[in-house]
């Protein structure tokens, strides 16, 4: 089984920038995709960003251009560096890894929270 810890959430203000990593553990032989989903309050839960074992990337269209997502395969680590932050991405951020040989693990979700 595999185990993911995120880290890096806050309280920032508008236009500021925080760094999301999310770290896995456990019984890991590969990890295909990881990404990040988002949930806020009274909204549906949204895929923000995903990145494959090779590096491909996909955003959401609602932080294309603000968010990067990347990956340290050696550490098993993916991060979410988000830049231009606005109140709307206030929400609770979870990472989630693909492993080869067992379903998706989830992490418990780190706050992040934009405001002035």
């Known amino acids: 089984q595999v185990q993911l810890v995120e880290s890096g959430g806050g309280l920032v203000q508008p236009g500021g920038s925080l760094r999301l990593s999310c770290a896995a553990s456990?019984?890991?032989?590969?990890?295909?995709?990881m990404g990040w989903y988002r949930q806020a309050p009274g909204k549906e839960c949204e895929l923000v960003a995903t990145?494959?074992?090779?590096?491909?990337?996909n955003y959401a269209n609602s932080v294309k251009g603000r968010f990067t997502i990347s990956r340290d395969n050696a550490k098993n680590t993916v991060y979410l560096q988000m830049n231009s932050l606005k109140p709307e991405d206030t929400a609770v951020y979870l990472c989630?890894?693909?492993?080869?040989?067992?379903?998706?693990?989830w992490g418990h979700g780190t706050q992040v929270t934009v405001s002035s």
């Open positions: 456990g019984s890991i032989f590969e990890l295909n995709a």
């Open positions: 990145i494959t074992s090779g590096g491909n990337t």
């Open positions: 989630y890894a693909d492993p080869v040989l067992s379903l998706r693990s």
